[in-house]
């Protein structure tokens, strides 16, 4: 066989879902673990949207349905994105992919020719440079600081910048740092871009997920010149309950989504179709849902900072969105993956170290789960630190 593609080879696999496996093996060998790798809710998806795929699959709702999903669905989006984040998008300007995982690799694969540049603001989610990489493209990392939040600033942006680049990526709640940018943050870093005629990927998956009198605003919402220069990508995952569904969705101009949906035919055909109509039952009905979620996952992020801060030698910025806390835990001597490797095996407590993330100084911590796990696993988190002191 002939050498596989050096770009395929290149890719690190997901340090999160690894981890995760392990600690399922020794759960599986009896071992009580404190799980805190995967950002998966644990709550069940609502019953209104799993009656609703039922009712698919019972009236013969398996066939393809058109390339850039159920036209009604992409309506219900359309309508969503103008309700909840004052978006005018036609159902032409929405195509649904296998998952917002999906959706941005198939964004990447669109925007993307060989060498361009993305700015990927650091801390970030471990997928996205694998993403830009595999569509040909080169990540460009702005390493934000854990005294500024996390958060990068419109001088990094201007600091990056070279012939090369053609986009910035925004993933506000930010997945692993669990922080968000406020508005007027948002709109200077959009603007900047700007500046440089660059499109903006803006991953707005934890949309719902937002604490502490924080309000949500979408990138494509603050100027007209926004809007056209925004790829808005979300899905039902994290507000729904919904991560084996595998559904995403992304917004932008006819003429990108055309583009994208020429490449999803060949590469996907389309979603799932009885999956699709359970999303269209969760955009219509499924608020009341989202809203009991958002409430215990508040009272979980306040426990768990709350125990985490008190820790001595344990820095971590206050988590304001999403389900992540990323506590730095430098002053204990140990690298990310060497101080994980021995919080699992030594107090059993599986976490996913900073590095998966570019942030060697860190670990992150899903609090999605229970407030009980959360208890247990923070006593033995501090157990651990104080025996490194």
């Not at 440079?129 to 005294?147: C, H, N, S, T």
């Not at 820790?311 to 204990?332: E, L, N, R």
């Amino acid at each position: 066989m002939k050498p596989l593609n050096t770009t395929i080879l290149a890719i690190q696999p997901s340090a999160t879902l690894a981890i995760a496996s392990l600690a399922r093996q020794l759960a599986a060998q009896g071992e009580k673990i404190c799980n805190f790798t995967v950002g998966e809710p644990d709550f069940d998806t609502p019953e209104l949207i799993k009656d609703a795929c039922v009712d698919a699959l019972r009236k013969g709702q398996t066939k393809y349905t058109p390339i850039n999903g159920i036209p009604k669905l992409c309506e219900a989006i359309a309508a969503k994105l103008q309700r909840d984040n004052g978006l005018a998008y036609k159902p032409a300007q929405i195509v649904v992919s296998c998952g917002a995982k999906h959706s941005l690799a198939l964004v990447f694969q669109t925007l993307l020719n060989p060498g361009d540049e993305v700015l990927v603001p650091s801390p970030f989610w471990l997928s996205y440079p694998e993403m830009i990489r595999v569509a040909g493209g080169q990540p460009v990392y702005l390493r934000a600081k854990r005294e500024n939040d996390f958060k990068i600033t419109p001088a990094d942006i201007a600091k990056a910048v070279t012939p090369r680049t053609v986009a910035l990526l925004v993933n506000s709640p930010s997945n692993p740092t669990g922080t968000m940018y406020t508005p007027s943050e948002l709109r200077a870093l959009g603007e900047e871009a700007l500046r440089y005629g660059l499109a903006i990927v803006a991953d707005e998956i934890y949309e719902k997920l937002v604490f502490e009198g924080n309000r949500f605003a979408s990138m494509a919402s603050f100027s007209p010149e926004l809007y056209n220069n925004t790829i808005t990508i979300n899905g039902f995952s994290k507000s729904y309950a919904m991560t084996g569904w595998r559904l995403g969705y992304t917004a932008a101009s006819e003429a990108f989504v055309r583009a994208m949906g020429s490449l999803q035919s060949h590469c996907a055909s389309a979603p799932t179709t009885f999956a699709q109509c359970g999303a269209i039952a969760a955009l219509e009905q499924g608020e009341a849902s989202i809203t009991e979620m958002v409430k215990a996952f508040d009272e979980r992020r306040r426990r768990i900072y709350a125990l985490m801060s008190a820790i001595p030698g344990v820095k971590c910025p206050k988590p304001t969105g999403a389900f992540y806390v990323f506590p730095d835990i430098s002053s204990f001597g140990l690298d990310s993956v060497a101080f994980a490797r021995r919080l699992l095996a030594e107090q059993k407590v599986a976490v996913v170290p900073g590095a998966a993330f570019d942030a060697d100084a860190c670990i992150r911590f899903s609090y999605a789960c229970s407030l009980q796990e959360i208890e247990t696993g923070m006593a033995r988190f501090r157990a651990f630190c104080e025996s490194l002191r």
